[in-house]
């Protein structure tokens, strides 16, 4: 749902701007050097970056799913890393504080984290729960007040410097599979909290990922996320719901930015005595590129809108998950082919991007696991959803 399409068609130029002026001339350096320069990361503080869906009244500017869509289309143009930087605060670290945290947690997290004065993480993944996210080893007992949590969480995004940290942990051993999780809110200088250096990794230079190690970390009650033990796989899953979506849009920006630097490129390399852009195979890689780009941009404006709707958008929001990221991928590898030899070097546009867009296929449920959730709710039902075999009224 747009509710005023002027106000976001500013936002979205001065987004825009922004990464075309500010964040594109920065890329291979930061790629290189794996750091991104403060003075950057406080334009999205003040361009309001930081907390684009977080709702007004905590200082964000609530935006709708698919005016962050929309956004999310624009500033991924840009090397994934800008984004990342200030993704999880308007994304998946703090949407499960926006939808089931006490009024209490509310007003003392949520302004930090829009305005970008903190910055939030997610920390579900562990070494022995990846996929089977139900499969948690971190524990949470209770000693009065107060619980001591135990265990260790891994490639946790944003989590060296991360301030607030929502973790998922078993406060209930006896309970099978996702009903003993519960959530905590537990912020950076808490004892026995601890992140050790940041991993290295294949792209995405820049954006820090690491682990969150709890040892007899003790926290008070109030830290418990909505209040509530054992609804902490609830929030995880609300959380990851919307951020499929939101992922989704990621994925359309860089192939978007792609299919631009192959139309480029095939204008400018000549080869034969002629540009590469006259040849049809060449046109093929471009245009199957172009035609996925509008696929992906379409199911996620629709789904977004569904959402905003108040549909249960849960099976859609996984195949836009796993149709976008595997777009995005495909349209990587034809940039790489288009640019040929150079595409290869380090340093080129396509080399990088291929490198970075590589994440998109595994974090937030890998292909697999989407194309699994996707049958399963098929399967489960009598026959198809009417969505899926009927056209939606227009709206008057």
């Known amino acids: 749902m747009i509710r005023d399409a002027e106000r976001l068609n500013a936002l979205l130029s001065d987004i825009h701007h922004f990464i075309t002026a500010e964040c594109m001339p920065l890329e291979e350096d930061i790629d290189r050097s794996g750091v991104l320069p403060d003075g950057l990361v406080q334009r999205m503080r003040q361009l309001g970056l930081f907390g684009h869906s977080i709702p007004e009244a905590y200082g964000g500017a609530g935006l709708t799913c698919e005016e ?13 890393v800008f984004r990342a930087r200030f993704g999880g605060n308007t994304g998946i670290a703090s949407e499960a504080l926006v939808v089931d945290g006490t009024d209490v947690q509310k ?12 910055t939030g993480c997610f920390a579900l993944t562990e070494p022995e729960a990846g996929s089977d996210a139900t499969a948690l080893r971190t524990t949470a007992e209770r000693d009065g007040d107060h619980f001591v949590l135990n265990g260790r ?3 946790i995004t944003n989590a060296p410097l991360a301030d607030l940290f ?4 078993r406060t209930d051993p006896d309970a099978p599979g996702a009903r003993g999780v519960s959530a905590f809110l537990i912020e950076r200088g808490t004892p026995g909290l601890s992140t050790p250096p940041e991993m290295g990794k294949m792209g995405q ?7 969150v190690v709890l040892e007899n970390c003790r926290v008070a009650a109030a830290s418990v996320l909505g209040g509530e033990l054992g609804r ?3 929030s995880a899953m609300k959380a990851l719901n919307k951020q499929r979506i939101n992922l989704a849009g990621l ?6 930015r792609l299919v631009d630097e192959m139309l480029k490129r095939a204008q400018a390399r000549r080869q034969f005595g002629r540009p590469i ?8 890689l471009i245009a199957d590129s172009a035609t996925e780009v509008q696929a992906a941009k379409a199911l996620v404006l629709e789904t977004s809108r569904r959402r905003d709707r108040g549909e249960d958008v849960t099976m859609e929001a996984s195949m836009c998950k796993l149709f976008a990221s595997e777009m995005c991928n495909r349209v990587a590898d034809r940039a790489v082919q288009v640019f040929g030899g150079s595409g290869y070097e380090a340093g080129n546009v396509a080399e990088r991007f291929f490198r970075d867009v590589r994440l998109f296929r595994l974090y937030e449920g890998t292909s697999q696991i989407h194309q699994l959730n996707i049958a399963k709710q098929l399967l489960s039902q009598p026959a198809l959803r009417p969505s899926h075999h009927q056209m939606h009224q227009p709206s008057a």
């Open 68 to 80: 962050l869509s929309c956004v999310n289309m624009v500033v991924s143009q840009a090397a994934t």
């Open 107 to 118: 007003r003392a997290y949520l302004p930090r984290l829009a305005s970008g004065e903190w």
């Open 153 to 155: 969480k891994c490639y």
């Open 166 to 169: 929502t973790v998922f942990a």
């Open 205 to 211: 230079h820049g954006s820090p990922v690491g682990e």
């Open 232 to 234: 902490g796989f609830r």
């Open 251 to 256: 994925c359309v920006g860089p192939a978007m």
């Open 277 to 284: 852009a006259d040849f049809q195979l060449v046109q093929q």
